[in-house]
């Protein structure tokens, strides 16, 4: 007689997961349903060698981050360029030609000309405007680095989420084709009973449609698995190799926050998208100021000049010029451009600042919802493991009731087919629960490779 397997459970802290382990045991069945029940402890392995390795490289080659970075490069040598209108400015222009004048009261002349300017520009003041460009790259660069940082923790995320999938879709897809692989040797068994003259052909022909059912379902669950392995190739370049050598995905607790006051603090602080629409409104400020200086206001400069000219201008031999003046230069549309353009800077950061606001509420109402959605996912998986747990005993019970005469086939696996549901349940659950603190994370922006 085979024996029969039971579950075993134990209790380690608050919080409730589940394990699965396959084998064989109870008497008209190949295969039998065992799982533990591990709190706390639990959580999905992923196909890597190396978690944290995996997502370094995703890092470092995927081409989101690259452009990122290659903003950010661009960004620090515009900031660097900036600088550069605080230094003299050399202006050097040279030609060699053939000159000829046709002069009414004098002689006309006919000679090459020689001649090279070398004018030499400092800039003494223009209210501000200096100051705000470079203000300006500097906001610029910054806003670039914070960009870099948010593609970092979205790219992280999914890189993470497309990991769990891979792992849900293939445990889900490994109890359906068990589900499928039960339903069949309940089936062939009832069948030698009915030849046998001691069972039920209307139970065998019962089998076979619910076997139909299991079927559906593991096409429809292959179907999800090869999507999540899809979107796992897009994300790290190709599909995950095996099973072999997988590395357990944990969440750093370390970095959750307390309570959602403090979440929503934490964000307000360190979420890079929010981050980078405040330098934006920094940004939008310096251009009116910078904008204001160039349109409104003249600019004052020191300049030194000298021309050497030989046969140049009808005049046969050498010349020399020299100046050092100080020069101030204002430009003046009648058409009121300046006025508009500055105006239009205004407006811009008015909008600028308008979405800032709409950026800081719309990162509070998502932390309250990845906040309420992790422990909804948390009391979730605690009731399915419970369900789990109970879905088994009762499979245990009717298999017992099978044996002495009192229930039908079509009763085992009905019971044998919410059991295997109810665990893809518990699974889906306990993965969901990892996934939504990963959001958090993301959300608050404490996401990082170096912690997991």
């Known amino acids: 007689m085979q024996k029969t397997h039971f579950a075993t459970f134990k209790k380690i802290g608050r919080v409730d997961s589940l394990e699965v382990v396959l084998g064989k045991g109870f008497r008209h069945s190949a295969a039998a349903l065992l799982f533990v029940i591990v709190p706390l402890g639990w959580m999905p392995f992923v196909w890597a060698d190396d978690l944290k390795g995996t997502l370094t490289t995703l890092l470092a080659q995927h081409d989101r981050i690259r452009a990122a970075e290659g903003d950010l490069a661009a960004a620090r040598d515009r900031a660097k360029a900036a600088l550069g209108v605080r230094y003299p400015t050399l202006n050097v222009t040279s030609h060699y030609g053939y000159e000829a004048q046709n002069k009414f009261e004098s002689a006309t002349t006919s000679m090459p000309s020689r001649e090279i300017d070398v004018k030499l520009t400092q800039q003494l003041w223009n209210f501000g405007a200096s100051s705000s460009a470079i203000e300006s790259a500097r906001l610029t660069f910054k ?116 309570s959602l006051s403090e979440a929503i603090k934490i964000a307000q602080e360190n979420n890079p998208r929010l981050a980078s629409s405040e330098f934006g409104v920094k940004l939008a400020t310096a251009t009116v100021a910078e904008t204001k200086a160039n349109e409104l206001f003249p600019s004052v400069n020191l300049v030194s000049s000298t021309k050497q000219k030989v046969d140049a201008a009808g005049t046969k031999g050498y010349q020399g010029e020299y100046m050092v003046k100080v020069e101030v230069a204002y430009d003046f549309n009648f058409g009121l451009a300046s006025i508009r353009r500055l105006q239009a800077t205004k407006q811009e950061r008015e909008a600028t600042a308008r979405r800032l606001r709409e950026a800081r509420d719309q990162i509070e109402e998502q932390v309250k919802n990845k906040w309420k959605g992790l422990l909804t996912a948390h009391e979730n998986a605690g009731l399915l493991v419970t369900k789990t747990v109970i879905a088994q005993e009762l499979l245990k019970h009717t298999r017992e009731e099978r044996d002495l005469g009192r229930r039908s086939l079509m009763d085992v696996l009905t019971q044998e087919t919410k059991l295997i549901n109810t665990l893809s349940e518990a699974v889906a659950a306990e993965t969901k629960t990892v996934t939504k603190a990963y959001e958090l994370l993301e959300a608050i922006g404490r996401l990082d490779v170096e912690w997991l």
């Open 143 to 258: 806003q670039a680095n914070e960009n870099l940082e948010m593609a970092k923790q979205t790219l992280l995320l999914e890189g993470i989420s497309a990991l769990l999938d891979v792992y849900l879709t293939q445990k889900k897809l490994e109890y359906a084709k068990q589900s499928v692989s039960n339903i069949k040797l309940q089936t062939e068994l009832e069948d030698a009973r009915v030849q046998e003259g001691s069972g039920f052909s209307a139970d065998v022909l019962q089998a076979k449609s619910q076997l139909v059912d299991a079927e559906a379902l593991r096409i429809k669950i292959k179907e999800e698995a090869d999507v999540a392995l899809d979107r796992h190739k897009t994300i790290f370049g190709d599909y995950p190799q095996s099973k072999q050598g997988s590395a357990k995905l944990k969440i750093p607790t370390q970095l959750l926050p307390i």
